[in-house]
């Protein structure tokens, strides 16, 4: 069965340093997501894109995120100036364009020190 | 704005007997759908059930129904024949057929399963 890749599976970095968190959508899907959970806390939505654009995103995604799909296959989210507080599991979904739920990966748990 | 709430952050439930979790909703939206995740301490988001609002039948699966109740918001996971795999946290969910589809999720249940 098809299923949404997300890796790396942990990422350690530096506070200040950037990431990059990528995901691989399931191959028909057009429509993707990432949502975050810090610890302990429930899943919350950051951001939705559609056709090369972000479609909606969440007062949590501010000017230190961005996403991309660079070559049509990927899914990334990157964060320029990593915080304590960015420590979190990051997820990434996709959806097909006549489905109306979406499917989850596996989560990259990113952790700043 | 949507909201999901989940009232209970822990229960417990002997092995092989049945417990229900909790969950309740609000939208004004009328097309909509909702889902349980479990989540493992593997932080993966495992899908256990979903429910379409404009089916009244509840969802099914295995040992995992839901008591979908739209009048009053009202979305409870029911796992009969508790399992020690069943220990986990669970998510409710809510999904709106419209605008970008995102989900929104409850605060979770931590489930803990006694020997």
């Known amino acids: 069965e098809p299923e949404v890749t997300q890796t790396p599976s942990h990422q350690v970095t530096q506070m200040g340093q950037e990431v990059i968190l990528r995901c691989v959508p399931i191959s028909n899907h057009l429509y993707f997501y990432w949502y975050r959970q810090i610890l302990g806390q429930k899943v919350e939505f950051l951001v939705s894109f559609y056709n090369n654009e972000i479609s909606e995103k969440s007062e949590i995604f501010d000017d230190q995120f961005s996403v991309e799909r660079p070559d049509g296959s990927n899914f990334t989210l990157k964060i320029r100036s990593t915080k304590l507080e960015d420590s979190a599991m990051y997820f990434c979904?996709?959806?097909?364009?006549?489905?109306?739920?979406?499917?989850f990966g596996q989560g990259t748990r990113l952790t700043v020190v | 704005a949507q909201t999901v709430t989940q009232s209970q952050p822990e229960m417990s439930v002997q092995e092989a007997e049945t417990v229900t979790l909790s969950c309740t909703y609000d939208?004004?939206?009328?097309?909509?759908?909702l889902f349980w995740y479990k989540q493992p301490p593997s932080r993966q988001m495992i899908l256990v059930i979903r429910q379409e609002a404009y089916k009244q039948q509840n969802a099914t699966e295995n040992r995992f129904s839901v008591n979908f109740q739209k009048a009053a918001k009202s979305f409870s996971l029911k796992i009969s024949d508790s399992q020690l795999g069943d220990a986990a946290m669970y998510f409710c969910?809510?999904?709106?057929?419209?605008?970008?589809?995102?989900?929104?999720f409850g605060t979770g249940t931590r489930l803990k399963v006694l020997a």
């Open positions: 939208t004004s939206e009328s097309d909509y759908y």
């Open positions: 969910a809510y999904n709106a057929q419209a605008g970008t589809y995102k989900y929104i």
């Open positions: 979904a996709s959806r097909r364009g006549d489905s109306t739920y979406g499917f």
